[in-house]
């Protein structure tokens, strides 16, 4: 990250977040700061707060103090209805399970993004082919998502999250259904988008996915973060 990217106004801005589920805390006393071109990947044991991070983040679940703030916006300060609207424009979702509908092409599922934010149906399914072409797999357009493999599910997904051209790229698990060899090629996509400047924050079990696609490593437990470092990203 240069001095430059230091002083722009983050991406993401996160201060004193907890989420408590009934006596339970899933976060307490977050703050972190996400800077445009940055790839964050976040780590840590199972339950400790990772994924409530990103649903935080998405606008997808309301914290139970503390402020988020994306792309200069107060996420707290919007309605349900604000917050969909807000998350469709900005905010791209890459999921462990790709959440694709199966009863849609691939072509329809990435340009559905687009519709729902209000572009033509024309303009969204030309944009939609050409992701799909990008990403090596628009001769799968016409297909469905249990014919596709599990790699080209999670290109379609990457495109999905593409359409609407997002200033930050969420991740959950990018890689976690995936075989070694469709597990690479996701990592090698990610890698090359951050290089494009997209600002990817990826939740992952997975070190040899920070150490590939990450520029600072934020280390979880206890619903707390206990480490930040810097990484170079290994080729």
Not at 219 to 230: C, Y
Request: net charge negative.
């Amino acid at each position: 990250m240069t001095a430059d990217t230091i002083t722009q106004e983050p991406v993401v801005r996160v201060d004193g977040l907890r989420k408590k589920y009934g006596d339970a805390a899933a976060l307490n006393g977050v703050s972190l700061r996400i800077h445009p071109g940055e790839s964050v990947a976040v780590m840590g044991p199972s339950g400790c707060g990772k994924s409530t991070l990103l649903n935080m983040v998405a606008g997808l679940d309301r914290p139970t103090s503390g402020s988020i703030v994306v792309q200069g916006e107060d996420l707290g300060a919007m309605n349900e209805t604000g917050l969909a609207l807000f998350r469709r424009r900005n905010i791209g979702m890459i999921f462990q399970f790709f959440n694709l509908i199966d009863d849609l092409p691939a072509l329809d599922n990435v340009a559905l993004a687009a519709q729902l934010a209000g572009t033509s149906g024309r303009q969204a399914r030309k944009r939609a082919h050409e992701l799909l072409e990008e990403l090596g797999v628009a001769h799968r357009a016409d297909s469905y998502p249990a014919t596709l493999s599990g790699g080209e599910r999670q290109r379609v997904a990457v495109a999905r999250a593409l359409m609407n051209r997002p200033p930050l790229l969420l991740a959950d698990e990018p890689t976690g259904a995936l075989d070694s060899h469709s597990g690479e090629q996701v990592t090698n996509l990610l890698n090359d988008l951050n290089r494009l400047g997209h600002t990817l924050l990826i939740v992952t079990h997975d070190p040899r996915l920070a150490a590939r696609c990450a520029t600072r490593l934020i280390e979880f437990a206890d619903g707390q973060v206990v480490r930040e470092s810097t990484l170079e990203p290994t080729p």
